[in-house]
């Protein structure tokens, strides 16, 4: 059994709340630059280049990317012989969360209750934390700080069997064109295909941890995964819904099994600010 | 954004991106020169503007609606979609892009017409009552770009909140800015580039 402190996760979460924030990952930055380079449509063109700007002004002055430093979604994969010593797990990545976003002037952008308070918690908590028990003694976690405006735009359908491959494509290329300008584009698009209605939402948010030029190891996946994005393009969208050859700058799609009866296909869509960052204790 | 730099009523030969001159504007904007604008000029705007987003609107819309007055005017002004980050030492404010305009439809035809707005900046697309009331009352939508934070950031050479400071992030903050970049995207006339910019892409690439 390893033991992992309480206080290593409090450190190692506030770190990575406010790097996330501050640097794009280089996967995301190299795509955004090869667009810049691609693109054939002069106002595309000049707002990839304000995107690029941005990135090294954040990076250089020490900034977030973007005010909307987003929820703080955490992807953890747990070996079964760890133990979390001094507190529990959830307390830490709370701590480290609430200590990262005021240490690291992040914005608070949570608010108590969806309906009728709506007052800021302030400190950016509860993170929402998603553990995967695994074998061994590794402790790996990811943060996905997730953007209220792209997060909105994320959709779900309950597709029937006899749909299909159409009905997927159909349901995709419509969420993401409906959503035009408004997620920030071009974006970086995670789809969840199986599960249950829950299980495939929480593995489109997943689709959004693969690093963006990954295919899916799988080569029917991987050409679905180039299909759509090929459809997605077609749209003309563009660069913050103004027009251009980018609407989104990946699709990364998980699968896994699902009812005789059903098909349920998850959209979410992560802006072209698509921080993540993974950090192994 | 490179090429020539105009002023607002200079002349337009000069050509930029799209083929548009990138065109100057300070507050308070001249209502003529800020309804000569097309949907898909570039624009540098320098001068005072007031950050609102959903929570401010709210407020600002229950005190039309019982018949108070606003915790600042206004009139002839311009309000910026956004919920800054809070400033790091030696910087006068945090992140500060743009937020998704849609959310402010509900609220911005009233806006609009009760108090004298004169342009809003966000990022994407408007509803059809929001078109409607921009044409009404000469008014301009403008486009920031959505996730440039930090970009704009540099552009804010002061930042003050004005009211509802309970609000945190959705205070209403006043920035002055210098040069921060901007695209029209709803003109007076109603010309709409969300739907316009897709279409001349298409258009040009079929060609």
């Not at chain 1, 693109?39 to 280049?49: K, N, Q, V």
């Not at chain 1, 480290?96 to 108590?112: C, D, F, H, P, Q």
């Not at chain 1, 997620?183 to 963006?212: F, S």
Request: charged share 20%.
């Amino acid at each position: 059994m390893r033991t992992v402190l309480y206080s290593s996760i409090v450190n190692t979460v506030r770190q990575m709340c406010i790097d996330a924030a501050y640097v794009l990952p280089d996967d995301v930055l190299a795509r955004i630059k090869q667009a810049h380079s691609d693109e054939t449509f002069p106002r595309a063109r000049d707002i990839l280049g304000q995107i690029i700007e941005n990135a090294n002004i954040a990076a250089e002055k020490k900034i977030p990317v973007c005010q909307d430093t987003g929820f703080a979604l955490f992807f953890v994969k747990m070996g079964c012989g760890v133990r979390v010593d001094g507190g529990n797990l959830n307390d830490a990545v709370n701590e480290g969360t609430r200590k990262g976003y005021a240490e690291g002037y992040l914005r608070g952008s949570i608010v108590n209750d969806p309906v009728f308070d709506r007052k800021n918690t302030s400190g950016n908590t509860p993170a929402l934390i998603h553990v995967d028990l695994v074998d061994g003694e590794q402790f790996e976690i990811t943060i996905l700080p997730k953007g209220g405006g792209c997060e909105n735009m994320g959709g779900l359908a309950m597709l029937k069997p006899a749909d299909g491959l159409p009905g997927i494509i159909k349901f995709v290329r419509e969420t993401v064109a409906g959503a035009g300008g408004n997620p920030c584009p071009p974006t970086v698009v995670g789809v969840g295909i199986g599960g249950t209605a829950d299980a495939a939402c929480l593995l489109a948010k997943k689709a959004l941890l693969r690093p963006v030029g990954v295919n899916h190891a799988d080569n029917r996946y991987a050409k679905l995964e180039n299909g759509l994005l090929e459809e997605i393009n077609a749209s003309g969208i563009g660069p913050q819904g103004l027009g251009g050859k980018h609407t989104a700058l990946w699709v990364s799609v998980e699968y896994m099994p699902c009812h005789i009866a059903s098909m349920p296909v998850a959209v979410s869509i992560n802006c072209h600010a698509a921080r993540r960052l993974t950090a192994v204790l | 954004m490179s090429d020539t730099i105009n002023n607002i009523n200079g002349a337009k030969d000069a050509k930029g991106v799209c083929g548009t001159a990138i065109i100057k504007i300070s507050t308070p904007v001249d209502r003529g020169a800020l309804m000569s604008l097309r949907a898909g000029d570039n624009v540098l705007l320098t001068g005072t503007i007031y950050t609102a987003r959903d929570a401010a609107h709210k407020r600002f819309i229950e005190c039309i609606d019982k018949g108070e007055p606003l915790p600042l005017s206004l009139d002839n002004q311009i309000i910026y979609y956004c919920g800054p980050t809070p400033p790091a030492p030696n910087h006068c404010i945090g992140s500060a892009g743009p937020t998704t305009s849609s959310r402010m439809d509900k609220y911005a035809p009233d806006i609009l017409r009760k108090t004298g707005l004169s342009a809003m900046i966000g990022k994407g697309g408007r509803s059809i009552d929001v078109i409607s009331a921009i044409k009404e009352c000469g008014a301009v939508y403008f486009a920031a770009a959505g996730g440039a934070g930090a970009l704009i950031s540099s552009r804010i050479k002061s930042s003050q909140i004005i009211c509802y400071d309970d609000l945190g992030p959705e205070a209403v903050y006043k920035f002055e800015v210098e040069s921060m970049p901007l695209i029209v995207a709803v003109d007076s006339a109603g010309n709409d580039l969300y739907e316009s910019g897709p279409q001349e892409y298409l258009s040009q690439k079929s060609r």
